[in-house]
């Protein structure tokens, strides 16, 4: 990475800490960070404020008790430990951060500065991700093109989605003018429009007008007034004037930073999109087991971004790149398409769908009655079925055995003085008596404190799920899914303490 691009990118993710951690008074000591030297890499090496960008981005994810929060963080120990704790829960909310370790966020090597602010933008750009769909964001189906319906606009990627936002609202303000890439936005004309038409009506009597902007054919003067209206927006915290100007020797960084600034404005200002058309103002719940699935498959890095987990296996694609995941190559030798023909495309996406059920036969996945058509229909009941045994394949490297599981885990707790005798993971038990943490105990020469646990079911899972994401244990389990003895999930839970050779480092 160019010198140039790294200050950049730093001074970035240190004006979007100082943004969003200001107000915690956990990070006033680290707080503000200067964009211009190094503060950023030595507040991530301390392991607090990395705690808390996972938790601005992914509420509750990491249970603020877990957390060594002392005014200055000594000792190495504290500080691996919340850098750990950070990374687990950060990969466990769906951020492609497998390659980064711990040891690059403390090491003060080229390498290890690069990979401190990967880990800073995967976290980021995944938690406005995790917004852009249609239960947080109903008004998205607004986005849909002719002939387009609910499904399709469930499949469009994040970025994607982002793009026809601003050309939504690019047409609306009459301006003919398109984007295809986040590119386009460099010379300052779209964000002209844009940030005039999605402002709310109160804080359009600050912004400099469009005609402003355009009539200076000067780049860098456009720069700067749109950096003004971002900034009267609370908008101004990735870009800077070097992200006009240098666009096109810097593109990678550009696009990303400019892809930030977009999604942001998405999320804060949805503009015309919740008075078009006639959708459902009224957000819906994710369900739970969807959410937690769709953040394991997105840890791998999948393309396109998973925002809808059934939709999204529709095609086949997604589905072949897990089976990559599981076994690298598996799928060569199978023809899968990947440019559709609109007149063919239920065909073509059976026919991909063909190809999975082929994989799902050559490997040990028990699946006898997958069917290619109810996956490309997003049957809810199949396309479930497949990622349960994805994800049990992979936790248990092939070898998922639920019989020899519950023994090991009833030996586990008999080893800790423990009379209870499991019978399934649907036991009662399990959250009553705070199981989990007792197996996790064992593992971890008891991190999990006993006094931390007194609180309803729900508050000491999140507890015990953050220590065991503390020790490294990738758990893609949920607070409620123990509270709601959800066999299914709870057995993955303790698959994941069983599985050494997953546990990150």
């Known amino acids: 990475m160019p010198k140039s691009c790294e200050s950049r990118e730093k001074s970035a993710y240190s004006r979007y800490i100082n943004k969003c951690l200001g107000f915690d008074a956990d990070c006033r000591p680290y707080l503000p960070l200067d964009p211009y030297n190094e503060d950023l890499y030595d507040a991530i090496r301390q392991g607090l404020i990395p705690c808390k960008l996972v938790n601005n981005s992914f509420p509750e994810a990491i249970d603020e008790r877990c957390i060594h929060k002392s005014l200055n963080i000594t000792n190495i120990t504290q ?112 964000y002209a429009y844009l940030l005039y038409h999605i402002a709310p009506m109160t ?93 394991f498959v997105n840890s791998f890095g999948v393309t396109p971004f998973s925002t809808h987990t059934c939709v999204n296996l529709r095609d086949g694609l997604l589905g072949c790149q897990l089976f990559e995941v599981l076994r690298p190559g598996s799928s060569i030798g199978l023809k899968f398409i990947r440019e559709f023909d609109p007149e063919r495309i ?38 479930m079925s497949l990622l349960l045994e994805i994800k049990r394949a992979y936790i248990s490297n092939d070898h998922y055995d639920e019989a020899a599981l519950l023994r090991w885990v009833n030996e586990q707790l008999h080893r800790a003085g423990r009379s209870v005798e499991l019978r399934s993971f649907s036991d009662r038990a399990i959250p009553e008596e705070n199981l989990f943490a007792i197996v996790l105990n064992n593992l971890t020469n008891g991190m999990a404190r006993k006094e931390m646990m007194t609180g309803k079911r729900t508050e000491n899972a999140r507890y015990y799920i953050s220590i065991a994401h503390k020790a490294g244990y990738p758990v893609f389990t949920s607070p409620e899914h123990f509270a709601s003895c959800n066999s299914k999930f709870v057995t993955l839970a303790f698959a994941t303490l069983r599985s050494p050779i997953r546990v990150l480092h």
């Open 203 to 295: 804080l359009r009597s600050r912004l400099i007008s469009p005609d402003q902007i355009i009539s200076d054919a000067d780049l860098s003067n456009r720069a700067k007034a749109v950096l003004q209206n971002l900034r009267e927006l609370e908008a101004d915290m990735f870009l800077c004037h070097a992200d006009f100007m240098d666009s096109r020797t810097e593109l990678d960084l550009v696009t990303r930073l400019h892809l930030a600034t977009i999604a942001h404005l998405f999320c804060m200002f949805p503009g015309i999109l919740v008075t078009m058309g006639n959708h459902s103002r009224s957000r819906l719940q994710e369900d739970i087991d969807h959410l937690v699935t769709r953040n």
């Open 346 to 383: 239920e065909s073509q996406y059976i026919h991909n769908n063909t190809n999975i059920v082929r994989l799902v036969q050559s490997y040990p996945l028990h699946l006898p009655h997958i069917d290619s058509e109810r996956l490309s229909k997003t049957d809810e009941a199949c396309c």
């Open 79 to 190: 500080r691996v430990a919340n850098l750990q704790l950070g990374v687990t829960a950060a990969l466990c909310n769906g951020c492609a951060i497998r390659s980064v370790q711990v040891e690059d966020l403390v090491s003060d090597t080229k390498e290890g500065k690069c990979n401190s602010l990967e880990f800073v933008y995967q976290v980021i750009i995944n938690g406005y991700f995790r917004q852009i769909n249609v239960y947080q964001h109903p008004e998205i189906c607004n986005l849909k093109f002719v002939g387009e319906d609910t499904r399709d606009i469930k499949c469009i990627s994040p970025q994607e989605l982002l793009l026809r936002y601003v050309n939504v609202h690019l047409l609306h303000a009459g301006i003919s003018k398109q984007i295809c890439s986040f590119e386009d936005l460099c010379d300052g004309i779209v």
